[in-house]
């Protein structure tokens, strides 16, 4: 969401606050570089950082205005040859509102040769995969052993709170974070996964400074089951006092509690209106669940969400006309139906936990990213600006985390917010199911198997495809039909096929399911006079993790979720199967007596009639460093299965 600021919030003018210089005004790179020599150590890498220094400082211009100007300074150490690729493009993030004061990037070559980049080559992108503008240049004639050198200084408005992440996919020599401020500005922060915290001191005349040095970061490696981004070492930091004004907090959870509150407590006028737009729409239902998920369905339906700043977007009666509303306007009409229609309701504030998991000890309102409501006798969650999710299924990044709960709390005629920090719930496995039901014969010449299939999926697994499948063409429903049934090999010829999504339905758990026959040939092999049947394949493709690299991350699953799987066949008249066992999986992490994952496989035999269950449940999302040889071995249960074969041997 856009960030929420209000004008008794500002800083104020002082005419006594005279504009001063950013301290970084004169900055500039040494003349006369002197090439680094890499360490043994060093030679194990693809490249090593030199230096990354940073600066923010909040300064008044010359009309009493808080402005930022934000420094960056980065040396890099190319070691090997497949490293240029990764450093001959430079990306310097810009805002809509910012300058650049400064900007200048260099190569240092091995043998000492600089080569300054020229400025007329640095290029703007508007908008650069979605996140936001950029300029870009390139950097040319790099080799291993050279090195890129490059600064900049930005200037944009006033910064409350931020966070900046400080480490990355290389190793780092040098990390070092200044914060600057005026007097009256007490800028506080906090440091994660690692990171010194910044100490003041009084170097700086009339000004606040913040600063930590780190020395010998190391890269942090993108690894599966695990929060890359959430886990890199950042400083979050945020204003905390103008002094100025008094000594007071601002920008905590309780400020938070009425300043939201006041942008999307329904005003009372617009009540009139609201009755008569939802009994437009009529909703109805037998129950509350019934009634306020067909509201979310008809407001995610008839209403579009745009990422536009225009006031008559987050006005309820022009959305209620128009059909457009932009975050702040859907959330807002959500909460005035809501209480329409008589239910209670509290607005909740989170992070994406994948990229930085919400501190409730820290008060920063850099944490209130997203919007949730949440109606507590109900226990429903709802996402009102996420357009797929739908009965109460909230984007999963945002859940097995903390958030900013904010109530409505009348004294007379008076209301305001009231804010208190509680977690946001994940989800049970049994809501997150991908079950699978195969009937297999084989024909007499064993060149083709024939099954039937029955495929249940429900919440996160089912993904988005439950909300916007009805919407789709039957050209594009048939492609994601024939991509979702080949699970079990590309040569797969589907026929019979009957789809239901039940996610509008009254239906519990509201399954997507996929039922059809399936000819497939590929699952079965001649070996002289035995046949080989690739049961393992059956269940398709599995994550596997048999790297024996040190793990990195501490494990974090996306949601609680789990499979079952039920296999069933007939061993054709004249044949036996030797290796039933091979089926046989038990593979578990148990925690106090608990399995909390695991994976297990057995096989009954009834006469000549095979059938093989298997339960594969995650029950916990997050787990230590140290439990992961354990977590590996139910992941690659899955994957062993999957190479099961069973031979068919003739009597």
């Known amino acids: 969401m856009k960030k929420i600021i209000v004008v008794f919030f500002c800083t104020f003018t002082f005419l006594s606050l005279h504009a001063q210089d950013y301290q970084y005004k004169n900055y500039d790179w040494e ?42 300074h980065i040396i890099v150490k190319i070691i090997t040859q497949s490293a240029i690729e990764d450093f001959n493009k430079v990306y310097v993030p810009v805002r809509d509102d910012n300058d650049i004061i400064d900007l200048k990037a260099r190569s240092i070559s091995k043998d000492g040769v600089i080569k300054e980049v020229d400025k007329n080559s640095i290029k703007k992108i508007d908008n650069l995969e979605d996140k936001g503008a950029f300029q870009i240049f390139a950097i040319d004639g790099l080799e291993a052993g050279s090195e890129i050198e490059y600064f900049y200084t930005l200037k944009y408005e006033k910064s409350y709170y931020g966070a900046e992440i ?44 913040l600063y930590a040095k780190g020395v ?91 990422d536009v700043d225009d006031p008559d977007f987050s006005d309820l009666k022009k959305i209620m006309v128009n059909k457009y509303a932009n975050e702040t ?45 949440y109606l507590p006798d109900q226990n429903i969650y709802l996402a009102p600006t996420v357009d797929y999710t739908r009965n109460g299924l909230i984007p999963y990044e945002w859940t097995n985390n903390d958030g900013l709960y904010i109530k409505k709390i009348t004294i007379g005629d008076v209301s305001h917010g009231l804010a208190s920090v509680k977690s946001i719930p994940s989800t049970d496995y049994t809501q997150n199911r991908d079950d699978l039901y195969i009937n297999f014969n084989f024909d007499g010449n064993f060149d083709m198997l024939h099954s039937h299939i029955k495929h249940v999926m429900t919440g996160y697994i089912l993904g ?80 596997e993790m048999y790297n024996a690299e040190k793990r990195e991350n501490p494990i974090e699953n996306d949601y609680n979720h789990g499979y079952h799987r039920e296999i069933t066949f007939n061993i054709p008249d004249g044949y036996t199967i030797n290796n039933l066992s091979d089926i046989n999986m038990d593979v578990a992490l148990v925690e106090d007596g608990e399995e909390t994952s695991y994976f297990h496989s057995h096989y009954t035999l009834d006469g000549k009639t095979v059938k093989i269950v298997i339960n594969e449940d995650y029950k916990k999302i997050n787990y230590n460093i140290d439990q992961f040889p354990a977590f590996q071995k139910v992941i690659n249960a899955s994957a062993d299965f999957n190479k099961v074969v069973l031979v068919m041997q003739k009597n």
């Open 31 to 72: 003349k006369q570089p002197v090439n680094y020599t890499p360490t043994a150590e060093d030679e194990r890498q693809n490249a090593v950082g030199l230096m990354d220094k940073r600066a923010i400082e909040f300064i008044y211009d010359d009309k009493g205005q808080l402005q930022t100007y934000y420094t960056n």
């Open 166 to 209: 400080l480490q990355s996919d290389y190793p780092k020599k040098s990390v070092e974070l200044e914060i600057i401020s005026p007097w009256n500005l007490v800028y506080l922060t906090h440091s994660y996964n690692g990171f010194p915290e910044l100490k003041s001191d009084t170097s700086l005349a009339h000004k606040n400074r």
């Open 216 to 306: 010998d970061i190391p890269a942090l490696k993108s690894e599966d089951f695990a929060t890359y981004t959430s886990n890199l070492m950042r400083v979050e930091y945020t204003l905390g006092m103008n002094l100025s004004r008094s000594r007071a907090r601002l920008f905590d959870w309780a400020q938070a509690g009425d300043t939201y509150y006041s942008v999307f407590d329904p005003d009372a006028k617009v009540s009139g209106d609201i009755k008569k737009f939802l009994k437009k729409a009529d909703i109805s239902g037998n129950t509350d669940k019934d009634k306020i998920f067909a509201l979310d369905n008809y407001l995610k339906k008839n209403i579009a969400v745009k």
């Open 329 to 373: 306007g859907m959330v807002k009409l959500y909460i005035a139906a809501l209480q329409t229609m008589g239910y209670n309701w509290e607005l909740v504030l989170t992070s994406d936990r994948e990229k930085k998991r919400f501190d409730r000890d820290f008060e920063s309102w850099d944490f209130l990213q997203h919007e949730l409501v």
């Open 464 to 543: 988005q495809i439950g909300a916007y499948y009805d919407l789709m063409t039957d050209e594009n429903k048939a492609k994601l039909d024939d991509q979702l049934m080949k699970f079990m090999g590309q040569d797969s010829k589907v026929s019979n096929l009957k789809v239901t999504n039940d996610i509008y339905n009254d239906v519990p758990n509201h399954p997507f399911t996929m039922e059809g026959d399936i000819d497939i040939s590929s699952l079965i092999d001649n070996a002289g006079n035995k046949y080989l049947f690739k049961v393992g394949a059956v269940i398709g493709p599995q994550d």
